[in-house]
């Protein structure tokens, strides 16, 4: 689209198939969205469009593919790894306008939505029949479905409970040239490959997801929610590991370090120690009875552990208080620094105090502040490295530091990212986790549903790969083939 | 093919290739003979091995202990088993991680005796673990058993595999942590490919403490209305079971082991509860106090309970051959009228069935014994009949007799051009399991 004629034309088009009113195309609109949540990076997009339905979208797909136009697939927009950056020269088709919730069926537990609707929005249709839906981003008040399922999204809970592939059951989507697929289902299992799997988490590089049925389950009879202090995070990072070995599973274990707390407490006063090297925020949530059995039990390790305090939330106001200074942790960095950069990587949670160890020696070598948050019982770290942006290289060194830290994380056995996705934040690390053949293979995948590359292009591999038809191979024929009774693959 | 034999006595120790005609008759696969069995000890060995039938457009079967070869179509083509019984170690158990790595031929069985040293399991429970069902097999045909309602199946459980890819290449998908993004979901992808996909040689699990203690409750019903009363009420109690799982009378006489003179015509209905010893009596006692118009009830611990879950597992594979047994997807609270309509249709086709549904995910399991024909008209019906309830029949077993009768993966709808396009891409020469997954047109 560089020549004005063109993109006259593909505008012209693009309002046939969805109307004037639902395309964005004036410069000022359009700086909405030029980056998502990811901010250091900016990117203006020929055209944003706003489709109503899977119909809609699939005629704005099938004029990209045929005039291989690169768009990009975005909800709310609040990603943290670049996952809805524009490409230049392309479309971003917003999936705002289709945000209801299609149907809810309590009995058989799962709810039908169109990907535009926000990841609270559900919890609060099927609260009042006793049920949610477990996956919580910190950001659930505003990010979509969608987006949670571009990303595979977790959470403060997923430890327990998963995250959010282990609750969509089946997606309608359009494939990257047009044609509208189903995969899974409202039955639990399907034959055939494992469709859906793919989908979920491969940052919208396979289609735009249109509609998702989602797994709801029922709430816990009961919730206790505590906090414990520590002089130091090494004690808390080690009874996290000795809480699962005596045998519990409790629905969330967030750590937080000294800056984190006190960024926190500035904010929303939460009632953490400012003082306490870290705390350990726990829930334990499901019957009465399992709750009551394994709170003792929990006591135990955090004492055992040197826990200095130990303070459970007495009623639902204080529970959502603690929880409120977890999942304000991000935004109150604000209070401590200009900026600050926030990464995903994930460890084995017995490397905990050695990659932590290594974080603070990285930390005091830059000469950059990291806080540490992050949900201790899946070994997901977030660091959030502390810079200010008007101090000149700072920025670069705050993305060098990142890499570092990354690199820490999967020398110790884990990974890039944990729930935040590769997105173009990360997409040149992909080779420090992964072999060659490792990405040849995703590549395949990716090749499958999207031979032209205009799908979300310039995300997750490091470079772009061009998808070469396979050679095929005459093979005998099956009997029922033969007979025309089925299909062969 | 005897050139070719030699050529490949050349790259792999001559010990692992076996031709003795007795032994490949034991390797058939639905009546199709391989021309070759190889029995790699190491990863590099299966490249070699899988590079050079690449070459030379051989058609392999993977297997670990061949207890799961029944699943899918006959092969359409078949030169080459490749078991993976040698490559059968542990490779590492992260006991403060809760995690563990394994070669795919180890036995699931092999893998809990190392895990529960350190009082820890994998919570899958599929049958024929007892015949030395292995990982790699659970995986690539995504078995579980009744442990489903509460930890899933493979799907949740696998972070991380190693796969020998139809070029030869070793290569790995997902990380060994509990959660991980990057990049697409390789081994999901895996979880139920049969084979097809590539060669598993390497899986990592995420695994759970074992619980301190276990209760299962059973009451029996004479009427389905009472029965799926119980149950809905079960499923919107306050609990949770890690199993809940229903039997028809058939099955409930063996279970119970009632002799011929004493049969009944009872459903039962089984619930079990693993946790703390506190947590596990009371969420009992609220079953108990929830599920009236029951006939009796009781409590099963111990070795009781586990030869009854052994039984409800391993119920479709322990009589003969002939039976034909199939599983269904439903959505949950359809589950009931599913077995009522199955317990009709084999009634008016005087065919013996026995079933267990899983109450909670909504899959029932059928063996259906009696004519061939009258299993084919009775899988059909169903087939029809779930359909239009959204939900779908794989059949996992049937006798040589339908073998090129019976559509073994129902409807797959409107993805099969996408897992085409997947199977191109990942075996462009078919070489791997070909024919067996296939979808009714």
Redesign the interface.
């Known amino acids: 689209m560089e020549s004005p004629d063109k993109k006259k034309i593909i505008k012209n088009k693009l309002e046939n198939l969805i109307g004037k009113d639902n395309v964005i195309s004036s410069e000022d609109e359009l700086i909405a969205f030029e980056c998502d949540g990811l901010t250091n990076y900016r990117i203006k997009p020929a055209f944003v469009v706003l489709p109503g339905s899977t119909e809609e979208v699939s005629a704005i797909v099938r004029l990209c593919y045929e005039e291989e136009i690169p768009f990009v697939p975005r909800g709310a927009g609040t990603g943290l790894s670049g996952g809805a950056l524009p490409n230049r020269e392309g479309i971003v088709i917003s999936l705002s306008k289709m945000n209801r919730i299609l149907e809810i069926d309590i009995a058989n537990r799962f709810a039908v939505v169109q990907p535009g609707v926000v990841n609270n929005w559900v919890t609060n249709a099927v609260s009042p029949y006793g049920y949610y839906y477990a996956p919580d981003p910190s950001s659930q008040i505003v990010c979509t479905i969608g987006g949670n399922v571009a990303e595979n999204s977790g959470g403060v809970h997923c430890l327990k409970y998963g995250v959010t592939t282990n609750h969509v059951l089946g997606v309608e989507m359009v494939m990257p040239d047009g044609e509208v697929i189903c995969a899974g289902g409202k039955a639990q299992d399907h034959t055939g490959y494992d469709i859906l799997s793919l989908i979920v988490g491969s940052e919208g590089l396979l289609g735009i997801v249109t509609k998702i049925i989602l797994r709801i389950i029922k709430k816990p009879e009961a919730v206790k929610t505590l906090f414990a202090s520590f002089e130091n995070i090494e004690n808390a990072g080690l009874s996290v590991s000795d809480i699962i070995s005596a045998g519990v599973i409790p629905a969330g274990m967030e750590i937080m370090d000294n800056l984190s707390i006190n960024a926190v407490q500035q904010s929303v006063n939460a009632g953490y120690p400012s003082d306490a090297g870290a705390i350990l925020l726990i829930e334990l949530d499901g019957p009465r009875a399992e709750v009551e059995s394994h709170m003792p039990l929990v006591l135990d390790v955090l004492k055992n552990n040197d826990a200095t305090d130990i303070k459970v939330a007495k009623d639902a106001k204080e529970r959502e208080l603690f929880w409120k200074g977890r999942k304000n942790a991000f935004a109150a960095m604000g209070r401590v620094s200009p900026q600050y950069y926030v990464q995903d990587g994930v460890i084995p949670r017995s490397q905990l105090a050695n990659v932590l160890k290594e974080v603070e020696k990285l930390s005091r070598d830059t000469g950059l502040r990291v806080a540490n948050v992050f949900h201790a019982g899946d070994g997901n770290l977030h660091p959030l490295i502390l810079y200010n942006a008007s101090n000149p290289g700072e920025a670069e060194k705050a993305e060098e530091l990142a890499a570092s830290i990354l690199k820490a994380c999967v020398d110790a056995g884990g990974s890039i990212t944990g729930e935040h996705g590769v997105g173009f934040d990360k997409k040149n690390y992909i080779p420090v986790m992964f072999g060659e053949d490792d990405v040849d293979t995703m590549n395949l995948v990716r090749c499958a549903f999207d031979t032209k590359g205009i799908c979300n292009p310039g995300k997750v591999f490091p470079t772009p790969r061009t998808c070469v038809e396979p050679g095929s191979k005459p093979h005998k024929s099956h009997p029922l083939e033969v007979e025309g009774i089925a299909d062969l693959f | 093919m005897n050139d070719q034999i030699n050529e490949l006595r050349k790259l792999v120790s001559d010990h692992i290739i076996i031709q003795d005609p007795e032994k490949l008759n034991n390797y058939s696969v639905k009546g199709f003979k391989p021309k070759l069995i190889i029995r790699p000890e190491t990863y590099p060995e299966i490249c070699e091995i899988v590079k050079f039938c690449n070459y030379y457009?051989l058609a392999i079967t993977p297997s670990g202990s061949g207890t799961k070869l029944h699943i899918g179509?006959r092969p359409?083509?078949l030169d080459v088993i490749i078991s993976l019984g040698e490559l059968n170690k542990m490779l590492g158990h992260?006991?403060?991680?809760?995690?563990a790595t394994a070669e795919c031929g180890m036995t699931l069985s092999g893998f809990q005796d190392e895990l529960k040293k350190k009082n820890q399991f994998l919570p899958l429970n599929p049958p024929l673990v007892r015949s030395g069902a292995t990982l790699g097999g659970i995986i690539a045909t995504n078995d579980y058993g009744p442990a489903r309602a509460r930890y899933?199946t493979s799907?949740?459980l696998l972070l991380e595999i190693k796969v020998v890819?139809s070029d030869g290449?070793?290569?790995?998908?997902g990380?060994?942590?509990?959660?991980?993004?990057?990049?697409?979901?390789?081994p999901?992808?895996f979880?139920?490919?049969l084979g097809?996909?590539g060669i598993l040689v390497e899986s990592t699990f995420r695994l759970?403490?074992?619980?301190?203690y276990s209760k299962t409750f059973a009451a029996s019903f004479t009427k389905l209305d009472d029965l799926e009363s119980a149950v809905s009420k079960v499923l919107?109690a306050?609990?949770?079971p890690t199993s809940v799982v229903v039997t028809n009378p058939e099955l409930s006489n063996d279970l119970t082991g009632l002799k011929s003179s004493k049969k009944s015509s009872l459903y039962n209905l089984y619930v079990k509860i693993e946790?703390?010893?506190?947590?596990v009596?009371?969420?009992i006692n609220?079953i108990e106090k929830i599920v009236h118009d029951k006939i009796s009830g009781n409590y099963l611990t111990d070795m009781e309970e586990n030869i009854l879950w052994d039984g409800i597992t391993d119920f479709p594979y322990s009589s003969s051959a002939a039976n034909l047994v199939l599983?269904t997807?439903?959505?949950?609270?359809n589950s009931v009228k599913v077995l009522n309509y199955l317990i009709e249709i084999a009634a008016n086709l005087n065919l013996k069935v026995k079933c267990s549904a899983n109450m909670f995910?909504?899959?029932l399991i059928i063996s259906l014994h009696g004519e061939v024909k009258n299993q084919l008209i009775a899988t059909n019906l169903l087939r029809s009949h779930v359909s239009s309830l959204?939900?779908?029949i794989?059949v996992l077993r049937c006798s040589k007799e339908l073998d090129?009768e019976i559509?073994i993966?129902?409807n797959?709808?409107?993805?099969?051009?996408?897992?085409?396009?997947?199977?191109?891409?990942?075996d462009?020469?078919?070489i791997l399991n070909?024919?067996r997954?296939?979808?009714?047109?």
């Open positions: 457009d179509f359409s083509e992260y006991e403060k991680d809760f995690i899933g799907r949740e890819r290449k070793l290569i790995r998908g990380a060994k942590v509990v959660k991980n993004v990057a990049g697409y979901d390789i999901k992808l979880v139920g490919s097809t996909l759970y403490p074992i619980p301190e919107d306050d609990i949770v946790n703390t010893k506190s947590a009596n009371d969420q609220t599983k997807s439903v959505l949950i609270r995910n909504g899959i959204e939900g779908n794989t090129n559509d993966w129902g797959i709808g409107n993805t099969m051009n996408i897992m085409k396009k997947i199977k191109n891409n990942f462009p020469k078919y070909p024919g997954l296939i979808r009714d047109l």
